[in-house]
């Protein structure tokens, strides 16, 4: 007998919306420490030069200096996952934001005047600053630690196929080849990078204050870094002012700001200026794809091909790995018999990408929608038909071997066409000034977490105190998605426990169970199960308790508004209650359990195949734009969302996760751009990089669409990233559609609609 | 097979002493929040009188003051056991400390000149300063709250028999009947009183920095005060500068603080200075007792009577519930077959008494010791004979119920008797000015808790990470005993893993489980059996695992060194690898476990029969004094201390315990006293109090008992109170040896020996 759903599914405000509104929430930048000093660093002016001397002594001299560093000061590992990062640069610097030098004071005025007093000398020279130039044989080796035997350039190189390519591409009667291009952006988190150190130098023991999203890898990571044993440093992580992936890497700053307390024995803040964040946070991969894509003559796709050169920027960070990601879209986003994939990290003298909010799907998805809208055209087809005709489907294993156990594709796409009006749109009338355009696309991603670690877990320990009130300690992050909420929402519906009965103890390492960290929409699906598995461990020892007291079999019994109720009798005792009957009574427990919930996927093979997630999110959007012919500019109408969320758990935070993302991707379709030039970063503020404010912001209408997923909690799956993927090629298209050009690159500024429109007509 | 102990019973510092003695450990007066305010309390000037007017216009007017409150301006509910003590005071103030009117201001300076500024007008009243007084028919009601029946005056009754008294009374060649004045003591914590309360309106979340050795019992009572619910409480413990039963109970400055951050909207704390810390700490209990005993032609004790009467003061806290204790040692320290015991605190207008080490068994003991000694005189008898005769012994259940199931009572005496040469003391040379005397004592204490809360059990949670360090998350608090060494100790020992690669985490309500605080010497043996409850459970995750790596049997396996080495085999596999295998592999879980512990010992009946604790400590002293005829000086030249630990964990902690026990028991003897004179505390700085300090102490020699009691942690029982108690009549009976006076009271000062010579002469 399935009881209904009390709490899950009900509109619930997230439990640190209060807190935040009243700015209460301690933030990285809110910590104070006693003897607390502040950190800043000196970076290079430089892309690329020889450093021939740094001379300190003058920083040194300012009074409330306590510390100055560079690299002849510490003894450390290089960082990123190739290995290829020097925390301070010595020698030589590679790109703008390269760290020279570190000072900590006593305040932050004296920290900055003492960077001005740090005297480096150069011998400048001239960088690669576009990875074409840098594949060139007579190129030079731009990272030193590079190791890829073929070309020394390339940082990272992914190749996947699956499936007879030649054979589709007889079989084919439309090929479309196109390259596009993909611009930098970058996350603008409303609180900059802050962290803070502080390092024990009787017990050798260091705390991190950090925003980390993956706290256990990055415990790891900075020990590698400090050469320090990993238990030997504690992670507490504030809340976070944004994640979006941006603090899926651990960066200089982090360990500087280590090595800076360990120096001086005195907790030292490292806080990012706004200009700083924009020079040194990484970005969105910038990428170049050439893409092929085929389709018989019913217009069942056939075969694609990609080719994709990423810059990487001087070092690398997780940016290099999106390809793992995009390849999915490639290999499996609609039915696709054969697929050849190949990708090239590049590494050029320009600042570097980190991971972003969809990991490199939303440029395989643009330039993957806009090939299916180029074909449709090209072969006479509904641009809705064809999507439809090629949608995956429930059961379909991909050539990837992806298991789609559910599939809510063609019902995201069915929804956004019907929602749209896209059937009965009316042709476009080409007279006028403002031109309206509809436009279409869909998305594939992971929405069971994503097993690129050798585990995708999360653990969770339960506890109930003598007064009913339980606390839920979750190895997940919180990063503003609602995790916390969506746990307490769990716990409320299994145990009849109220929402304000619940607590949620997230941010210590030394406390929580591990889990991976938050990123690929993991933590609802993987925190969910695994708080299900210890809530379930709970109930079999209340649930026998209870039902001696009540007199009744504990299959009998519901958990609802604080009781426990015989459904046979009728009669109900306080939860709290036997709580305490098992607590106070021989033979004396306490209610805590703990439990670890492992994804039922595949770490891949090496040929990157197998079913790396628990489930798969789908998704549409129709988007509805209106171009204004003689300024260029492009007005985002009405936003369609469909999206295959399994179950939709708490839908104000959906809503909110939505929307998010669908605006985040209007910014990356029409107007941001982190403009690097000749390796410098030209957009430092808000005035130069343009962000969608509230005014830009068009009607969004959401329809979730609910596949119940046996593997998730209450068959939900994975949201956050999603929302986001669908949008620049829905915007393409639809400008695509309202004049008639072809989108080839983002953003959609004014600019480039005029000239396009110029060279059409 | 038995493997060889590695860890426990080798000599270990303390885990926290390098923070402590760097000046790194963070008391409750180094917390620091932002926005803090700090609190200030206004005291009545008067024992006894009315309240005709409080006027805090003025302080509030002060710039810098942000908060003024008095009984008016709060709704709050009575505090203590009794429910006898109103948190601000309202028309009328019954002692000293009595608290009328609280101030949070933005500096300490300005809260105390606001506190001057506050014009509160009395009628000043006689108050009753003599328990005897106080009982008194025609004597007015003290405390408005108090529910005795018989006499409003009384605070707390305890009748207490066994046996037939006029029989065994009957069958007595000798009886001896004394009274004893017992003065009263204050703890003197070096840390002196200081909590940090941060109410957040938003969440409507208190959070206290408190020194409590009871988190979850002050949870609670902090929510009855306030009238909120215990589990928007938490309770954070900063370490601790000593408690000894003082932060057993809640004291009004607590909720105050609570009352100024909930008003204000703002961090506020309280920290004591030295004056108000002597002024308004609670005591030891003082008390007069009228004690007689008896014992049979052979020597053997026959029956005990004692009727105690206690200066209760003008509210009730535990220290009225001490005859809980010191009715175990009427009852069962030495066989005795009959017992009556009646025990009444009365309300006066003094400051009132708490709880304090030994708690009640300090008072008790020494006159029960003064009285075996004066029974010996009269017999004829020597005074090491009549207490070995009369030794309690493994096995024994007396009359109480106390079940001895070890018992080093005899070991105990049998060892100082024979190390402090007892027997071959010369006889007394009367004629110089310094006369040297021995005397002995001994002790009965509760070593395995004491089962007065319907749980007595303490819960563990235990981690390791994926590195192989272990976390321990323990209910039990520390407060300077040496729990968290022990502890770690613990671990060590069965887990084969590194000190250094533990650590603890015991000082937050939200996050440790239930534990029903720290007191009654339980620690080391309540938390150290949770610990191997939690350990066991870790193992059986453990060593499958192990067995199936090493191809061995899981009985074959020895954790050692941070390695599982095969008994069999000899083959070795890391820890921290099996953890990791256990974790990374399917079906992939984490090795985290809890265990609850409850010691298998009674709650009492109504009677106060039953078998209160888990294990029963021991403890003989022989003490060798030296008294100055001509000054009255005594000196302590050697303190012989042997005491049944059961098992010696920790070398190193339990000598520190020993002498600081002995060391507070020669100030209990000697030197201190808060004096209170007509309600008026006279003693408030350690000029006029004497503590004793490094030159006044003797050579201790201290001989451990092992008797290896099957329920406590590798045998080991109870060690904090007991080495205190039996200083203070050994002494008493060194210093009558010595000089061949009677000595009825304590402290033993010079003026009272030249008196008591001048008498007998």
């Known amino acids: 007998m399935k009881k209904e759903l009390k709490v899950i599914g009900k509109?619930?405000?997230?439990?640190?919306?209060?807190?935040?509104?009243?700015?209460?929430?301690?933030?990285?930048?809110?910590?104070?420490?006693?003897?607390?000093?502040?950190?800043?660093?000196?970076?290079?002016?430089?892309?690329?030069?020889?450093?021939?001397?740094i001379d300190t002594s003058k920083a040194k001299q300012l009074p409330g200096v306590v510390c100055v560093i560079t690299a002849d000061d510490v003894d450390v590992n290089n960082i990123s996952y190739k290995r290829d990062h020097p925390i301070l640069k010595k020698g030589k610097v590679n790109c703008i934001r390269d760290e020279i030098a570190a000072v900590a004071a006593e305040t932050k005025e004296i920290a900055q005047k003492a960077l001005s007093l740090i005297e480096v000398k150069y011998?400048?020279?001239?960088?690669?600053?576009?990875?074409?130039?840098?594949?060139?044989?007579?190129?030079?080796?731009i990272n030193e630690f590079s190791t890829d035997e073929q070309n020394k350039n390339i940082a990272h190189a992914f190749h996947y196929e699956h499936g007879n390519l030649q054979e589709q591409k007889d079989k084919s009667v439309c090929i479309v080849k196109r390259r596009y291009n993909m611009p930098r952006v970058t996350h603008c988190c409303l609180g900059t990078c802050a962290i803070t150190a502080d390092y024990s130098t009787v017990e050798n023991r260091l705390t991190l204050y950090s925003g980390t999203q993956v706290p256990f890898l990055y415990q790891r990571d900075i020990a590698r870094?400090?050469?320090?044993?990993?238990?030997?440093?504690?992670?507490?992580?504030?809340?976070?002012?944004?994640?979006?992936?941006?603090?899926?890497?651990?960066?200089?700053?982090?360990?500087?700001?280590?090595?800076?307390?360990?120096?001086t024995g005195q907790p030292v803040q490292i806080v990012y200026s706004r200009e700083e964040e924009f020079l040194a946070s990484p970005t969105r991969q910038p990428m170049v794809m050439d893409i092929t894509t085929g389709a018989d003559?019913?217009?069942?796709?056939?075969?694609?091909e990609a080719k994709i050169i990423m810059d990487n920027g001087a070092y690398t960070s997780w940016g290099a790995t999106t390809p793992f990601v995009m390849m999915q879209t490639f290999s499996s986003l609609y039915q696709v018999p054969a697929c050849l994939f190949d990708a090239y990290a590049v590494y050029t003298n320009n600042t570097f990408a980190g991971s972003f909010r969809g990991y490199g799907n939303p440029q395989a998805t643009f330039a993957l929608e806009r090939n299916i809208d180029l074909m449709a055209e090209e072969m006479g087809m509904d641009k809705a038909e064809i999507r439809l005709n090629n949608a995956n489907f429930e059961g379909e294993i991909t050539g990837q071997g992806l298991q789609f156990k559910t599939c809510g594709h063609r019902a995201a796409l069915e929804t956004v066409i019907d929602k749209s009006g896209?059937?009965?749109?009316?042709?476009?009338?080409?007279?006028?000034?403002?031109?309206?355009?509809?436009?279409?696309?869909?998305?594939?991603?992971?929405?069971?977490?994503?097993?690129?670690?050798?585990?995708?877990?999360?653990?969770?320990?339960?506890?109930?105190?003598?007064f009913g009130y339980l606390t839920i300690i979750t190895g997940s992050t919180e990063i503003g998605q609602g995790s916390e909420t969506v746990l307490a929402m769990i716990a409320s519906e299994e145990l009849g426990v109220d929402m304000g009965k619940i607590r949620i103890i997230n941010t210590d390492t030394d406390i929580k169970p591990w889990d991976v960290g938050v990123h690929a929409s993991r933590t609802s699906f993987v925190a969910g199960n695994s708080l299900l598995g210890a809530i379930n461990k709970l109930k079999n020892k209340i649930s026998p308790k209870a039902a001696q007291l009540l007199k009744t079999n504990v299959e009998d019994l519901i958990y609802e508004n604080g009781l426990i109720t015989s459904r046979k009798t009728g009669e109900s005792i306080k939860l709290d209650k036997v709580v305490r009957e098992?607590?106070?009574?021989?033979?004396?427990?306490?209610?805590?359990?703990?439990?670890?919930?492992?994804?039922?996927?595949?770490?891949?093979?090496?040929?990157?195949?197998?079913?790396?997630?628990?489930?798969?999110?789908f998704a549409a959007q129709a988007i509805e734009v209106e171009v204004d012919t003689y300024t260029g500019n492009v007005k985002v109408l009405n936003v369609y969302v469909a999206q295959d969320v399994g179950r939709v758990l708490n839908p104000l935070g959906l809503a909110g996760q939505i929307e998010g993302g669908v605006v985040m991707g209007m910014g990356y379709a029409l107007t941001e751009e982190l403009i690097v030039e000749k390796g410098r970063v030209l957009t430092l503020s808000f005035h130069d990089y343009k962000l969608p404010t509230a005014c830009d912001i068009p009607e969004i209408h959401f329809y979730p669409i609910e596949t119940l997923d046996k593997a998730g909690p209450y068959g939900a799956k994975g949201v956050g990233e999603a929302p986001l993927i669908p949008t620049p090629p829905a915007i393409a298209n639809a400008v695509s559609d309202a004049i008639g050009v072809k989108i080839d690159g983002l953003p959609i500024t004014p600019e480039k609609v005029l000239k396009a429109m110029k060279k059409k007509s």
């Open 225 to 263: 870094a400090l050469k320090m044993e990993p238990s030997r440093i504690r992670i507490i992580q504030p809340v976070i002012g944004g994640g979006f992936g941006s603090k899926l890497d651990m960066y200089p700053y982090e360990p500087i700001c280590a090595l800076l307390s360990i120096k």
């Open 11 to 53: 509109p619930t405000p997230k439990l640190d919306a209060n807190i935040k509104a009243a700015g209460q929430a301690v933030y990285g930048n809110d910590i104070v420490l006693p003897n607390m000093l502040y950190g800043a660093i000196l970076r290079t002016e430089h892309p690329l030069a020889e450093i021939l001397s």
């Open 422 to 466: 896209y059937n009965k749109r009316k042709s476009n009338d080409n007279s006028g000034r403002y031109k309206k355009g509809i436009g279409l696309a869909s998305m594939l991603h992971v929405g069971g977490g994503a097993k690129i670690y050798p585990s995708d877990g999360c653990g969770t320990t339960v506890k109930f105190d003598s």
């Open 297 to 304: 003559k019913e217009g069942k796709f056939t075969f694609r």
């Open 123 to 141: 011998r400048v020279k001239e960088g690669i600053f576009d990875p074409f130039e840098a594949l060139k044989e007579d190129a030079p080796q």
């Open 582 to 617: 098992i607590h106070f009574r021989a033979p004396n427990e306490l209610c805590i359990e703990s439990y670890y919930y492992e994804p039922d996927s595949e770490f891949q093979d090496k040929g990157y195949k197998g079913n790396v997630s628990g489930a798969y999110a």
